[in-house]
């Protein structure tokens, strides 16, 4: 149906025709490579002497727009040397008292002033792309704050979180005055676990307020767990106010109560842990039976049930 086109054979001269478009793409390449360009291109932006002891209260941004001229090599290169870097020096800048704080507003036209001298010699600036900035510094101490792990832990039926320990459990963070007056820990990024029956230890990140920085970035958080065992106490029932608790017998006298307690804090149970009571208001001669409340003093127990929830009375004649 299609007539079939013959193969293609490349002759000297097709040869000869690439040679040629090759070497005229190499020097208008080098050609184009060495003229100048106006460019809009992002520097890594920073600051250099910073005063002893001082600290930026909000951190710049980490790169800064400039208009520049260059070679077409240089620009294409960007990025490969070293000075291709923007460092705002702050001792030439004039920092006034405010409150607190060290301040300076910092327009374009400065920030072109400050750099321009040292800028790389690769690129001819131009033009600052860069809103003004606000410079503002503050006294830079460092302070021991503690390690608040936010760790949730949720155990089968027969255990309970005996502790979660952080390690380490304090770190030294360091930053401007007016943010470390304001805080006594940090805390971990939050972790959940669920069914937990067995000692649990990871690593979790820290979370560093802003315009801080500290010593380390995670610490090690060890959660342990403890086994739990049942135990039942007999308490005699005690009467609220006192001074009624002789107008009054109680039946049952006594409540039996169920608890749990971790394996380890067994033995700190007594029956001094728990209190049964019953409270008497001005109405308890109007009804049949009061509401036994009892009340857990040791934070090692955990109330199951008790028996029984109401107590009858019989009132005693004056």
Same mark, same amino acid.
């Given at each position: 149906?299609?007539?079939?086109?013959?193969?293609?054979?490349?002759?000297?001269? &097709?040869?000869?025709?690439?040679?040629?478009?090759?070497?005229?793409?190499?020097?208008?390449?080098?050609?184009?490579?060495?003229?100048? #360009? /106006?460019?809009?291109?992002? &520097? +890594?932006?920073?600051?250099?002497?910073?005063?002893?002891?001082?600290?930026?209260?909000?951190?710049? +941004?980490?790169?800064?727009?400039?208009?520049?001229?260059?070679?077409?090599?240089?620009?294409?290169?960007?990025?490969?040397?070293?000075?291709? @870097?923007?460092?705002? /020096?702050? $001792?030439?800048?004039?920092?006034?008292?405010?409150?607190?704080?060290?301040?300076?507003?910092?327009?374009?036209?400065?920030? #072109?002033?400050?750099?321009?001298?040292?800028? $790389?010699?690769?690129?001819?600036?131009?033009?600052?792309?860069?809103?003004?900035?606000?410079?503002?510094?503050?006294?830079?101490?460092?302070?021991?704050?503690?390690?608040?792990?936010?760790?949730?832990?949720?155990?089968? @039926?027969?255990?309970?979180?005996?502790?979660?320990?952080?390690?380490?459990?304090? %770190?030294?963070?360091?930053? +401007?005055?007016?943010?470390?007056?304001?805080?006594?820990?940090?805390?971990?990024?939050?972790?959940?676990?669920?069914?937990? *029956?067995?000692?649990?230890? &990871?690593? =979790?990140?820290?979370?560093?307020?802003?315009?801080?920085?500290?010593?380390?970035?995670?610490?090690? %958080?060890?959660?342990? %767990?403890?086994?739990?065992?049942?135990? !039942?106490?007999?308490?005699?029932?005690? =009467?609220?106010?006192?001074?009624?608790?002789?107008?009054?017998?109680?039946? +049952?006298?006594?409540?039996?109560?169920? &608890?749990?307690?971790?394996?380890?804090? #067994?033995?700190?149970?007594?029956? !001094? !842990?728990?209190?049964?009571?019953?409270?008497? *208001?001005? @109405? #308890?001669?109007?009804? $049949?039976?009061?509401?036994?409340?009892?009340?857990?003093?040791?934070?090692?127990?955990?109330?199951?049930?008790?028996?029984?929830?109401?107590?009858?009375?019989?009132?005693? $004649?004056?």
């Amino acid at each position: 149906m299609f007539e079939k086109l013959p193969a293609f054979k490349p002759t000297g001269n &097709f040869y000869t025709f690439l040679v040629c478009l090759f070497i005229a793409i190499t020097f208008w390449l080098l050609n184009a490579l060495t003229k100048t #360009y /106006d460019t809009q291109v992002e &520097f +890594p932006f920073g600051i250099k002497n910073l005063p002893k002891g001082q600290v930026l209260v909000k951190s710049l +941004p980490s790169t800064i727009k400039l208009e520049v001229e260059g070679f077409g090599f240089n620009l294409l290169t960007f990025g490969g040397a070293k000075d291709d @870097s923007v460092l705002l /020096d702050i $001792s030439r800048i004039d920092l006034k008292k405010q409150g607190k704080f060290k301040a300076a507003t910092v327009s374009p036209e400065k920030i #072109y002033e400050l750099i321009a001298g040292d800028f $790389s010699s690769n690129y001819n600036l131009k033009k600052v792309l860069l809103d003004t900035l606000q410079l503002k510094l503050d006294e830079r101490l460092t302070k021991v704050v503690t390690v608040n792990p936010d760790i949730s832990v949720e155990t089968e @039926s027969q255990f309970s979180v005996k502790e979660v320990v952080p390690i380490p459990n304090m %770190v030294e963070v360091t930053g +401007p005055k007016y943010v470390l007056d304001t805080i006594d820990f940090v805390k971990t990024e939050a972790k959940r676990f669920n069914k937990v *029956d067995e000692n649990l230890a &990871f690593e =979790v990140e820290l979370l560093v307020p802003n315009n801080l920085s500290c010593e380390t970035n995670n610490v090690e %958080v060890k959660v342990e %767990v403890d086994r739990l065992s049942e135990g !039942s106490f007999t308490l005699p029932l005690t =009467v609220e106010p006192d001074s009624l608790s002789n107008k009054i017998v109680l039946v +049952p006298k006594h409540a039996e109560i169920k &608890f749990l307690a971790p394996v380890s804090l #067994y033995k700190t149970i007594e029956a !001094s !842990s728990f209190e049964a009571r019953v409270i008497l *208001d001005s @109405s #308890y001669t109007q009804i $049949s039976k009061l509401p036994i409340l009892v009340e857990v003093n040791n934070p090692a127990a955990k109330l199951v049930s008790f028996e029984p929830q109401f107590v009858e009375f019989i009132l005693i $004649s004056p």
